[in-house]
Nanobody
Framework: QVQLVESGGGSVQAGGSLRLSCAAS????????MGWFRQAPGKEREGVAV???????RYADSVKGRFTISQDNAKNTLYLHIDTLKPEDTGMYYC???????????????????WGQGTQVTVSS
C-alpha cells in the first residue's frame, strides 16, 4: 500500500520561500509519475508540478519560474521548492503518485490514485 506523507507547510509572508517534502513508501511501480497538487478554499484541486522517475518535470503555467519539483530517490522523498510566495499560493498542498510516466496531461488530479493528507501553506501579504 502506497503511503505519502507531506511536511514543510506553514505560514509565511509574501515574497518568502518554502520547501515542501513528501516521504513515499510502499509503492513498487517500475515507472511512476509523482507530483504536487494544491487546493485553495472554495476552489478545485489543481496540479502544480509533476516529475517522473527519469527526472522529467512538468509545471503549471501559473507557477513556472517560482516552483521547482525535485526528488531524492535514495530517500524516497519528493520535494517542492517555492520561491517568491504570493497570497494566491495559499492552500492545502498534496503529494500524489501513479504508475507510468508524466505524459501530457499529467497535471490532472483525477489521474492519481495515491494521495497524502496534505500540508497547509498560508501566505500573508
Amino acid at each position: 500500500q502506497v503511503q505519502l506523507v507531506e511536511s514543510g507547510g506553514g505560514s509565511v509572508q509574501a515574497g518568502g520561500s518554502l520547501r515542501l517534502s513528501c516521504a513515499a513508501s510502499g509503492y513498487t511501480y517500475s515507472r511512476y509519475c509523482m507530483g504536487w497538487f494544491r487546493q485553495a478554499p472554495g476552489k478545485e484541486r489543481e496540479g502544480v508540478a509533476v516529475i517522473d522517475i527519469d527526472g522529467r518535470a512538468r509545471y503549471a503555467d501559473s507557477v513556472k519560474g517560482r516552483f521547482t519539483i525535485s526528488q531524492d530517490n535514495a530517500k524516497n522523498t519528493l520535494y517542492l521548492h517555492i520561491d517568491t510566495l504570493k497570497p494566491e499560493d495559499t492552500g492545502m498542498y498534496y503529494c500524489a503518485a501513479r504508475p507510468g510516466d508524466c505524459q501530457t496531461g499529467s497535471l490532472m488530479p483525477w489521474l492519481y490514485g495515491d494521495w497524502g493528507q496534505g500540508t497547509q501553506v498560508t501566505v500573508s501579504s
